[in-house]
T-cell receptor, first 111, second 115 residues
C-alpha cells in the first residue's frame, strides 16, 4: 500500500463548480499535512497547510480526519486558473522534515 | 526574496556521461532535499541534508548517484555514468527546521534527458 494515496483524476469541471479531492495516508504517526499545487512543467508550490480543526483560505478549504487517516481539499467557485495537479503531502513523525508526496490529482477547469 | 536556484534548467547528454546538477537553497534554510519526478513514479525523495550533513539517502537509486553539500549555500547531485532511465525532472527544495509544520520550497527543476 502506498504511504499517500490519491485519485489521479483527471477531474474535468465547469468554471464556477465546487470540486473536492480526497487523500488517505497509511502511517498513523503522521503529524503534518499539506496540499501542494503543481502546474504543468513547473515546480510544486505550497497551497496550504492542513490543520486538525480544518482551515480555509479564500475559496479553498482543507479538512483532516485523523481517525480515518483522510485529508480533503475543497475548491469552491473554481476558476480556469485552478487547473493544475494537486499533491497531498504528509510529514511523518520521526521523519525530520521528510515529506511524502502523493502522485497527485489532476484538475481541469473548463469554460 | 530569492527562491531555491537550480542549474542547469535543461540538460541533454548521452548515456555514459557524467551529469552534475546544482542547487542553491534559500538563505537561512537548514534543510535541503533532492527529488526526482517521473510520470510513472511521481515525486520521489532521493536524499536530504540537515545543516549540510546527509540525513537520509535511502531514496538514492544506486551507486551511480551521489550528492554533496559542501556548505550551507550549495549542493550538487551527480550521476556517473548516466543511463536513459535517469531521464526525469530533478527538483531541489529547502526548508527551515522549526517544528514539523515548515513547508518545503522548490526550485524550478532540472529537466534531464539521457540519450
Amino acid at each position: 500500500r502506498k504511504e499517500v494515496e490519491q485519485d489521479p483524476g483527471p477531474f474535468n469541471v465547469p468554471e464556477g463548480a465546487t470540486v473536492a479531492f480526497n487523500c488517505t495516508y497509511s502511517n498513523s504517526a503522521s503529524q503534518s499535512f499539506f496540499w501542494y499545487r503543481q502546474d504543468c512543467r513547473k515546480e510544486p508550490k505550497l497551497l496550504m497547510s492542513v490543520y486538525s480543526s480544518g482551515n480555509e483560505d479564500g475559496r479553498f478549504t482543507a479538512q483532516l480526519n485523523r481517525a480515518s487517516q483522510y485529508i480533503s481539499l475543497l475548491i469552491r467557485d473554481s476558476k480556469l486558473s485552478d487547473s493544475a495537479t494537486y499533491l497531498c503531502v504528509v510529514n511523518r513523525a520521526g521523519g525530520g522534515n521528510k515529506l511524502t508526496f502523493g502522485t497527485g490529482t489532476q484538475l481541469k477547469v473548463e469554460l | 526574496d530569492a527562491g531555491v536556484i537550480q542549474s542547469p534548467r535543461h540538460e541533454v547528454t548521452e548515456m555514459g556521461q557524467e551529469v552534475t546538477l546544482r542547487c542553491k537553497p534559500i538563505s537561512g534554510h537548514d534543510y535541503l532535499f533532492w527529488y526526482r519526478q517521473t510520470m510513472m513514479r511521481g515525486l520521489e525523495l532521493l536524499i536530504y541534508f540537515n545543516n549540510n550533513v546527509p540525513i537520509d539517502d535511502s531514496g538514492m537509486p544506486e551507486d551511480r548517484f551521489s550528492a554533496k553539500m559542501p556548505n550551507a549555500s550549495f549542493s550538487t547531485l551527480k550521476i556517473q555514468p548516466s543511463e536513459p532511465r535517469d531521464s526525469a525532472v530533478y527538483f531541489c527544495a529547502s526548508s527551515l527546521s522549526q517544528g514539523l509544520t515548515q513547508p518545503q520550497h522548490f526550485g524550478d527543476g532540472t529537466r534531464l534527458s539521457i540519450l
